[in-house]
């Protein structure tokens, strides 16, 4: 896969998969904003990606997917450094049954948020260059995991979401074979 000039946004990308999507990225060309709450990791991690694929492809920014304020400065510094946004990875998320509602607000509503404002950026309409945007959900997502029933809600609902907004654009991502 050829990303060269692709500028690409990874929220929750300092560890775990959201690390391994940006080395993905990295990898094919693209440049990456790498967006996170754990400054240490981000940094740590831009410094490594770095002195493997130079200083010039990546960008850190802390950043909370629970503040639209956040969301739209680090929106603003993509497109002031690379130039635009191209793809969203919106990969965030949290398992935390305790903090039910900060699990919602993370892993569903944060997916909505980043989701709304990256395409004010991407809108060809409004002067973007359109774009992709990829949601992590998780297989909790199309069955109960059963000791997390709030992650589990939280994961349908952004299957749900990605499902309605691929309609809107007017393409399909079944989630899962045979699905209509």
Known sequence: MALNGKIAVVTGAGLGIGKAITEILLRNGAKVVLLDVNETAG?????????????????????????????????????????????????????NENEWEKSISINLVGVIRVTYLALEHMNKLTGGRGGVIVNTASLAGLGPLLSCPVYTATKHGVIGFTRAMARVSGSRVPARAGDR
């Open 43 to 95: 940094k740590s991690l831009k410094e490594a990606f770095d002195k493997q694929y130079g200083w010039e492809r990546t960008l850190f920014l802390n950043c909370d997917v629970e503040s639209e304020e956040q969301i739209k400065a680090a929106f603003q510094k993509t497109v002031e450094t690379f130039g635009g946004i191209g793809i969203l990875c919106n990969n965030a998320g949290i398992l």
